[in-house]
């Protein structure tokens, strides 16, 4: 379990961008192994709140930090409820908060149906407390809906290939396994393009059942409220659909003014609340991607909070 959780990715691009001063709090908004929180806290004196929906994380996390004491709590939360939680434990704002997005190594290689590499049950929810399940979209969803999330979460070309192929399995067995949603998505896929068809597939599927996309819109829209003047936001993100969202988020947060260009002297009062610090996103080193391959699509964007309201 421990070599299985989590390899903390980009860990010295993260303290970088993440830390500014070594007291405060930092939120860990998807804490898994507790790696990145571990860094934190070897390297200030700052607390660390913890947030992640798998219990399994939250219970390896606590054992492997419970060495630094009341400096680390964790949440056994989705981290959309920042603001929410921070409220509940009468925490008004923050110094940084970072988001490690995409499924866990821990969950990729020991079940719950995330991977296609294992004869698993279709489940795929982070959440167990959840009630939908990717069993539950590929048996019960219109053809078209299930086009939809192929394309829409997965970019996949073939989405409508596949959905058709799903729903004609399904009128004759109900579709329970990995093992048989890889039957039928190889019906439709080519041997060159086998592996990233799959890898689409399950990531859509996964993206719909756990809602990934809106509750990370959520969690950004909600850390402007609660992140102090000079606070940071780190987020790694693995695939376009999630860097495009925080590549937006920053940007349309960046000073904008919209005063008329014959205007010398802005008036509209539009002001800078996040000043990007990473025009293009960071990227780890081939060294780390030797050391760590799921390293390898994960991109790294900071900002920096420049204003108290907001």
Known sequence: MEKGFHIPVMVEEVMKYLITRDDGIYVDGTIGGGGHSEEILKRTKAKVIGFDIDPEAVKFASERLKSFGDR???LNRNYATLKESLSEIGVEKITGFLLDLGVSSFQLDH???FSFRLDDKLDMRMDRSSELTAEHILNNYSEKEIADIIFKFGEEPRAKMIAKEIVRYRKRKKIETTGELVKIVDKVASKKYRLKVL???FQSLRIAVNRELDNLKIALDSVVDVLEKGGRIVVISYHSLEDRIVKM???SNEKRCICPP???ECRCGKVEV??????????????????NP????????AGEKMVEFA
């Open 294 to 301: 799921r390293a390898r699509s994960a991109k790294l964007r």
């Open 262 to 264: 014959d205007v010398f």
């Open 199 to 201: 890898a689409r597939v």
């Open 249 to 251: 988020f920053f940007k």
């Open 274 to 291: 996040i000043k990007i610090l990473t025009k293009k996103p960071v990227a780890p080193s081939e060294k780390e991607i030797s050391l």
């Open 72 to 74: 680390i709590l964790i």
């Open 111 to 113: 079940g719950g149906g």
